[in-house]
Each structure stands twice: as C-alpha cells, then as structure tokens.
C-alpha cells in the first residue's frame, strides 16, 4: 500500500462536523443535550396544559384532546428520543432493549390515537356534525396514515426474514423517513388544533402564541436526530 494512502480504520465519522476544536465540540455536545432535555419537558408541559384545558370526563370529546397529545405528543416523541445519546434517561440501556421500548411507544400511541379518533367521532356523532370537513381533521387522518405506514415498515425490520437481506438497509432508511413524516405531520396537526374554536375559546392572548410555537422545539429536535442518524457524514481524517 502506497505511504499516502489511509486504511479504512483510520478514518472516523462524525456528527459534529469538520472544525471544532475541543472547547467548542464540548459546548456542542452540552447545547445537544440541553436541547433533549428541553424536548422531554416541553413533550410532557404540553401533555400536562391539555389535561388541564380538556378536563377529561366532562364530554366525550374531552377525552380526544387527552389521547391525542398522549399519543403523539408524548409517546411519539419519548419513542424516538430514547435514541438519542445525549439526554435520554435510557441511553445506558442496549439499542436492543431500546427497539423493545421503542415498539412499546409506538403501540401506546395507535391505541390512544385509535381512541382518541373514537370519542371524536362519537362525539359528533351524538351532535350531528359531519365528519372530516376541517383541515385540523384531515390533517389528522393523514398522520394516522403515516403512522400505520411507519408501522408496518417497523413490523418488517423486527421480522427480517420476511424481507430479502438487500432490502433491510433500504427500509430502515424508509421506516425512519415515514417516523419523521408522520412526526412533522403529528406537530402541524397539533398546530391546526390551536386554531379551532374549542382551543381559542380556552386560551387567548399571549398565551396562545406560547402554545402555537411550543410544539416546534420538539419537532426541530427530533428532526436533527434523525437526520444526523441516517443522512451521510462527513469524514474526518486525522
């Protein structure tokens, strides 16, 4: 082998980038981590604030803001971040035991947005409204769709033998494409919400802007995981 030429065990990648020295990759690392943190407080703030505003048990329909945001604001979000190396309160576990939760998140969140669609569509029914005529509902039917999709790519990266072995890298690729789909459709949907009548008649003013680009925060963290985890990286020779 020519003495200009690296071995392939020479050369790392990276995350961070090409440029940093130690000082400011440390305060990278630190800002990731708060971001994280950040993410699991603001996911479970906004879980809390809508159990308060929908008082549940007070009419069906109270009962589908609750399982909404439990599902997609909170498991979602938990279901994804549990990944990540900085800031989850399971990254000492395996990345097996962490597909296992991560599988536990995704099945809590069908069954309470399956239920949450329930009382929603009891709820009017009771009423006589007609069904999926707001952009709010139809938004919300296509996060369910990007949710079963990712699902069942999910279903076949546990069951590989069902796929060939080319395959499996290519769906992983399409499983965690589908993940961020349906979470960026998740949290325009939890936006939507903020405009309906049910919504602004419970919260007004400055408040409701603090409600509308709180989700945002999680979404942008969540986003940059999974970008950095499955777009190329750049190599750094040394």
Same mark, same amino acid.
Not at 13 to 24: I, N
Not at 33 to 44: D, E, K, N, T
């Given at each position: 082998?020519?003495? *200009?030429?690296?071995?392939?065990?020479?050369?790392?990648?990276?995350?961070? *980038?090409?440029?940093?020295?130690?000082?400011? @990759?440390?305060?990278?690392?630190?800002?990731?981590?708060?971001?994280? &943190?950040?993410?699991?407080?603001?996911?479970?703030?906004? &879980? &809390?604030?809508?159990?308060?505003?929908?008082?549940?048990?007070?009419?069906? /329909?109270?009962?589908?803001?609750?399982?909404?945001?439990?599902?997609?604001?909170?498991?979602?979000?938990? *279901?994804?971040?549990?990944?990540?190396?900085?800031?989850?309160?399971?990254?000492?576990?395996?990345?097996?035991?962490? =597909?296992? #939760?991560?599988?536990?998140? %995704?099945?809590?969140? #069908?069954?309470? *947005?399956?239920?949450?669609?329930? /009382?929603?569509?009891?709820?009017?029914? +009771?009423?006589? $409204?007609?069904? @999926?005529?707001?952009?709010?509902?139809?938004?919300?039917?296509?996060?369910?769709?990007?949710? #079963?999709? %990712?699902?069942?790519?999910?279903?076949?990266?546990?069951?590989?033998?069902? +796929?060939?072995?080319?395959?499996?890298?290519?769906?992983? #690729? $399409?499983?965690?494409?589908?993940?961020?789909?349906? $979470?960026?459709?998740?949290?325009?949907?939890?936006?939507?919400?903020?405009?309906?009548?049910?919504?602004?008649?419970?919260?007004?003013?400055?408040?409701? $802007? =603090?409600?509308? @680009?709180?989700?945002?925060?999680?979404?942008?963290?969540?986003?940059? %995981?999974?970008?950095?985890?499955?777009?190329?990286?750049?190599? +750094?020779?040394?």
């Amino acid at each position: 082998m020519a003495r *200009g030429m690296r071995s392939q065990s020479d050369v790392e990648y990276s995350a961070v *980038g090409e440029g940093l020295g130690m000082r400011e @990759f440390w305060i990278f690392l630190w800002l990731r981590r708060l971001s994280v &943190v950040a993410a699991h407080i603001v996911s479970l703030g906004l &879980v &809390v604030l809508t159990f308060i505003l929908s008082r549940p048990g007070t009419s069906l /329909f109270s009962w589908h803001p609750v399982c909404m945001s439990l599902g997609f604001g909170l498991c979602m979000t938990e *279901g994804i971040l549990l990944f990540s190396a900085e800031g989850s309160p399971f990254c000492f576990k395996s990345r097996k035991w962490k =597909v296992r #939760l991560h599988w536990f998140f %995704q099945a809590l969140l #069908l069954i309470c *947005g399956a239920t949450g669609l329930g /009382f929603m569509m009891a709820s009017k029914n +009771i009423k006589e $409204y007609q069904h @999926f005529t707001s952009w709010h509902s139809l938004l919300g039917v296509s996060t369910m769709a990007a949710t #079963l999709l %990712q699902a069942i790519c999910g279903v076949l990266l546990i069951f590989p033998k069902l +796929i060939s072995t080319r395959s499996f890298p290519r769906l992983r #690729l $399409y499983h965690a494409t589908c993940g961020l789909v349906a $979470y960026l459709l998740a949290t325009v949907t939890l936006m939507s919400a903020m405009f309906t009548d049910w919504f602004q008649a419970s919260v007004s003013g400055t408040f409701w $802007y =603090v409600f509308l @680009f709180l989700p945002l925060f999680p979404a942008l963290v969540v986003m940059n %995981q999974i970008t950095s985890a499955f777009l190329p990286k750049k190599k +750094i020779t040394s």
